[in-house]
């Protein structure tokens, strides 16, 4: 070494690179390097860092079933009430199964069990008809016979009287209004001769006016003064309605009602006239 020449400077040298040694730990030629557990050589090296260890098994958590919820008694539901009609389609029904049993196995208790139904429902309607008498007789407004009677005396009666306010009808229509008779040739139409007779009585009887209208030109007994149809028909929307037929006029406001077509008799022609000209819509029939 660099400045240890003299034996007094050389002790000192050794001494400090003694000294150097030890602080550097420099190892010996026994002592060995060791990386991991496994033994290395040199001086430039590089140690991996010694794994983790690897994690202990941890023991499997079984989840508990969690109880069952108790279970609560249902509440005891109270019985549906039938209504009327459920009950009467039950009761039918169960009549219909007593019957195809019986057709279908005629044996003596078959038999007699849809006897025995039967015969029960023949006492249900009796004692509804007795129920409905009754009531009926309390309640005269409800009974037919004081709208129309039933009887053959107080039908003659009554058949008298709208007889008269038939007639009344017609004489009140006179004097507003006409009637209109359209007829095809008499030799073909024999249905439209008649009607001219039924007609021209009428006329003579309750003063009522009767234009007759030949469809052909053609004349016919009762009515000389019969005009031929110059398209009075077709303006008033009558040329496809069946001959004979009878409208009423009302000469004022020139409206048209028909009384219908074929042969009408006096009785049907005063009734007809009577509903349109005097019955309100749906009086007839309450």
Not at 27 to 37: F, I, Q
Not at 90 to 109: C, G, M, N, Q
Not at 140 to 161: H, K
Not at 253 to 280: A, C, H, K, M
Request: contains cysteine; hydrophobic residues 40%; aromatic residues 6%.
């Amino acid at each position: 070494i660099e400045g240890c020449a003299g034996p007094k400077t050389r002790t000192a040298c050794m001494v400090l690179l003694a000294a150097t040694l030890s602080v550097l730990h420099v190892p010996t030629a026994d002592a060995r390097l060791l990386c991991n557990g496994e033994e290395v050589d040199g001086w430039h090296f590089y140690c991996d860092p010694a794994p983790a260890p690897a994690p202990e098994p941890q023991p499997e958590v079984v989840p508990q079933a969690e109880p069952a919820p108790e279970e609560k008694p249902e509440p005891e539901k109270t019985p549906k009430e039938l209504t009327a009609t459920e009950e009467i389609e039950a009761f039918r029904k169960y009549a219909d199964d007593l019957k195809h049993r019986a057709i279908l196995d005629p044996t003596p208790e078959n038999v007699q069990a849809y006897m025995e139904v039967n015969t029960q429902m023949a006492q249900m309607a009796a004692r509804f008809s007795a129920v409905w008498q009754r009531v009926l007789f309390q309640t005269p407004s409800l009974d037919a016979n004081v709208r129309r009677p039933l009887t053959q005396m107080g039908t003659n009666i009554f058949q008298d009287q709208r007889t008269a306010a038939e007639q009344a009808a017609l004489r009140r229509a006179a004097s507003e209004a006409g009637l209109l008779f359209v007829y095809d040739d008499p030799v073909d139409c024999r249905l439209c001769l008649a009607q001219a007779e039924i007609l021209d009585a009428m006329q003579k009887e309750y003063g009522v006016e009767v234009l007759a209208v030949s469809t052909d030109g053609s004349a016919i007994e009762h009515f000389p003064d019969a005009v031929a149809n110059n398209g009075q028909l077709e303006a008033l929307g009558l040329t496809e309605t069946p001959r004979p037929f009878i409208a009423i006029v009302d000469v004022t406001s020139g409206e048209v009602q028909l009384l219908g077509g074929g042969l009408l008799t006096e009785d049907q022609i005063l009734d007809r006239v009577y509903v349109i000209r005097e019955v309100p819509y749906g009086a007839r029939f309450e």
